[in-house]
């Protein structure tokens, strides 16, 4: 039996987002490189109750972001590393940016354009926002500038809103406040957007920078100045710290900074580029390639080249542009045009900025044109006007070639995104109009990239200790467990049965709990590559994740719907069958002793039945010669104006044969109920119990309307009716 993988644990409150994704994928590459195996758990300690979901396969954890519950995670005793959020109770280092150095490359540049009055913008429940909080107040202290708590801003979240909501007050200090430091590049865009709006220039009026560097801030109006951190560079920074423990290493508790860098644009009042390409023509170099190719990794890449390190290191295809460049300038034969589309796809992959690529074309052009001046007169003038033609023919195959490879990483994106959202329709579809066997079976899952899956459901959701295998799914035939089995949560998904390719390829194992607000259902292991990397922070697994719960939830409800029909319909052909025997009894006719008889009635009285009755009275008063029916109306469980009306009939109709009709039954509710409806049973008789009268019947009491009504003993109980209706 081959020996288990080492594999290092995410638990992340998000699987998707340019934050989230980009951790993940920072912790993915990291692993990959090692050739261990990546597990991500999209909840927080807290929700999942760690460490003891999948315990027996993760070596170490790492948590981003929400450190709620982590106490118990430290308290297993294995590696854990948090990231962007400290956890003292942990005693556990943590993955962060160098929030102070890089607020502070922020609020001294505006310093240095002349700003004092400096707003702080963000969201202080997060612990990155306060620490750029202290870097922004550590900075004006520094420059002699005295903090003012009056210029802190807080928003309520890290988001456009939170930015948006914080204009109206700084607008309401306009010209008090010249410029604006935001904790986040969504907060620093959707300030910007709201000033705008109100009327209020960027940078004109007030000087704005963010946190981030995120790639909506390239596309702003003006761009962006901001802090660039690498979100994948601390993802694998995080990594390193986990596996330095698991190497036995000892790192001690607390921050790990990852490097952050100044990026200037425009909405602090710089034009970046220029100032580059003029510190450019201020350089003296007797190799102008290798300064000019240093100038134009500088111009691509997130961090400054270190001093001896080849540019080719950071852009391979530099070279090639160099030998374009100088063969245009000699008349020699220029390089394949193809060498050219490829490193210009490689610089294309070092940044998407349009601004920084085309840089490169103008870093090109003022190089050449420094190099002319320097010629000077006495130069052969149709030679340079050749040479000049040969410049501006490659500045224009390079312009052309960057352009077209950043069109077809815009192309890929989209077709890729477009392959999502056809995906994820496809899933949508199906979990919401499969069948039970469809929705389990994980068929669905054939629409997606994921080659692997397994669900398991909570065998007691009291508890949550083992879940019962209900689903599986294998696209390059890796064996599944049984359906039917039952896992320990700690064993959750099986290790042995994960395919080969999730240790140390482009896959991971993704664990997603299935719950919704009335009931967590158990979760979904998937192995796949990571999810496309977009704006929002619920991709297509969390879109998964909820479809399936609400799919559960609805088979549940359907089950039970199912199960309510089947006794609704037993109670029903219960109630047929009573009524059916009712109706079968009719309407019994029990001589009592002579002259009286007893009909006990059952069940509804309707038209037929009440026709039923008055027939059997009046052929039992004839054949029997009664002078007194007992009409006993204990099983009727309801009287209203068609029963009275019934009863009516049947006494007067007995009246007209000497005979005369005693009510048995009547309770208090059906007198009341008769004296609310205005109904007079005119001069009927009422007894509650058949007992009462058998007593007046023995006393002589109840008699015929031939004998009268005077001459009985007591008086007969009060009928129920109009004016005289009492029970």
Same mark, same amino acid.
């Given at each position: 039996?081959?020996?288990? %993988? ?6 992340? %409150? ?8 980009? &951790? ?23 929700? &999942? ?53 890089? $607020? ?6 505006? +310093? ?31 420059? =002699? ?8 801003? *807080? ?18 200090? /306009? ?26 220039? !960027? ?55 990852? %490097? ?17 390409? /003029? ?49 245009? $300038? ?83 994106? !989209? ?73 320990? /949560? ?23 709990? +299935? ?37 559960? *939830? ?78 006993? $109306? ?66 002589? =009491? ?26």
């Amino acid at each position: 039996m081959h020996p288990r %993988p080492t594999t290092i644990g995410v638990l992340t %409150p998000f699987l998707d987002g340019f934050y989230f994704n980009a &951790v993940v994928r920072g912790i993915h590459e990291a692993v990959q490189r090692r050739g261990h195996r990546l597990v991500v758990v999209r909840a927080t300690p807290e929700l &999942v109750e760690a460490p003891s979901l999948a315990r027996d396969l993760v070596d170490g954890w790492i948590v981003v972001l929400s450190t709620d519950g982590i106490e118990r995670l430290a308290r297993a005793g294995v590696p854990l590393v948090t990231v962007s959020t400290c956890a003292p109770e942990a005693g556990c280092p943590t993955a962060m940016p160098d929030n102070v150095a890089g $607020i502070r490359s922020a609020v001294s540049h505006l +310093i240095e354009h002349g700003h004092r009055r400096i707003a702080f913008v963000g969201c202080l429940e997060q612990e990155d926002i306060r620490a750029r909080l202290e870097g922004y107040k550590a900075t004006l202290a520094e420059r =002699g500038i005295p903090f003012d708590p009056g210029l802190v801003f *807080e928003a309520a979240n890290n988001w456009l809103s939170g930015g948006q909501d914080a204009a109206a007050a700084i607008l309401a200090r /306009r010209g008090d406040i010249t410029a604006a430091v935001a904790g986040t590049d969504k907060n620093a865009l959707g300030l910007m957007a709201a000033l705008q709006a109100a009327g209020c220039r !960027v940078p004109e009026d007030l000087a704005v920078t963010g946190f981030d560097d995120i790639a909506e801030a390239q596309w702003a109006a003006p761009p962006l100045t901001t802090v660039r951190q690498r979100f994948d560079g601390l993802g694998r920074l995080a990594c390193e710290l986990v596996l330095a423990q698991l190497a036995g290493e000892v790192v001690p508790p607390g921050p790990a900074l990852a %490097p952050t860098t100044f990026v200037q644009r425009r909405s602090c009042g710089c034009n970046a580029l220029q100032g580059f390409l /003029r510190a450019g023509d201020a350089a003296h170099d007797d190799d102008l390639g290798e300064l000019l190719a240093r100038q134009m990794v500088a111009l691509l890449s997130p961090h400054a080249l270190p001093p001896g390190t080849p540019p080719g290191s950071v852009w391979p295809g530099v070279a090639r542009v160099i030998e374009g460049f100088t063969a245009a $300038i000699e008349g020699a034969a220029p390089p394949p045009a193809v060498g050219i589309d490829d490193a210009c796809q490689q610089a294309v992959r070092l940044t998407p900025d349009v601004e920084s690529l085309m840089g490169i074309v103008r870093l090109l052009g003022r190089a050449f044109r420094r190099r002319r001046a320097r010629r000077g007169e006495g130069v052969d003038g149709a030679a340079e006007d050749r040479v000049e033609d040969r410049v501006e023919e490659f500045l224009e195959q390079v312009r052309l070639s960057l352009m077209l490879a950043r069109l077809d990483a815009e192309r890929e994106f !989209v077709g890729a995104l477009g392959e999502v959202v056809r995906s994820d329709h496809e899933v949508s579809l199906a979990l919401l109009g499969g069948t039970h066997e469809e929705l389990r079976s994980l068929s669905w899952l054939d629409a997606t990239s994921t080659i692997w899956s397994c669900l398991g459901l909570w065998e007691d959701p009291a508890t949550r200790d083992r879940l019962v295998i209900a689903g599986t799914y294998s696209r390059d035939g890796s064996p599944t467990p049984p359906i039917g089995s039952v896992v320990p /949560r700690e064993a959750f998904p099986p290790a042995a049965l994960l395919p080969p390719s999730s240790v140390g390829g482009p896959y991971l194992v993704s664990l997603l709990p +299935i719950r919704t607000l009335q009931r967590d259902w158990g979760i979904l292991a998937t192995v796949g590559p990571r999810s496309l990397e977009i704006a929002g922070d619920e991709g297509s697994v969390a879109i998964w994740g909820a479809l399936l719960s609400a799919a559960l *939830e609805r088979d549940a409800l359907m089950q039970s719907l199912s199960e309510q029909h089947a006794s609704l319909q037993d109670a029903f052909e219960r109630e047929r069958a009573l009524s059916a025997a009712v109706r079968a009894l009719g309407c019994p006719l029990i001589p009592l002793v002579e002259g009286v008889l007893l009909v006990p009635l059952i069940g509804e009285l309707d038209g037929e039945r009440a026709r039923q009755v008055l027939e059997t009275v009046v052929e039992g008063v004839s054949r029997h010669g009664a002078r007194c029916v007992l009409l006993d $109306i204990t099983g009727v469980p309801r009287v209203d104006a068609q029963v009275a009306h019934a009863l009516q009939q049947t006494h007067g109709a007995a009246g007209l044969l000497g005979a005369r009709v005693v009510l048995i039954g009547v309770r208090p509710e059906i007198a009341a109920r008769l004296v609310a409806l205005d109904i007079d049973l005119g001069d009927l008789t009422a007894h509650r119990a058949l007992s009462s009268a058998l007593d007046e019947l023995a006393r002589g =009491g109840l008699r015929s309307p031939r004998a009268g009504r005077g001459d009985a003993g007591s008086p007969p109980e009060p009928r129920p009716g109009r004016r005289r209706g009492r029970a």
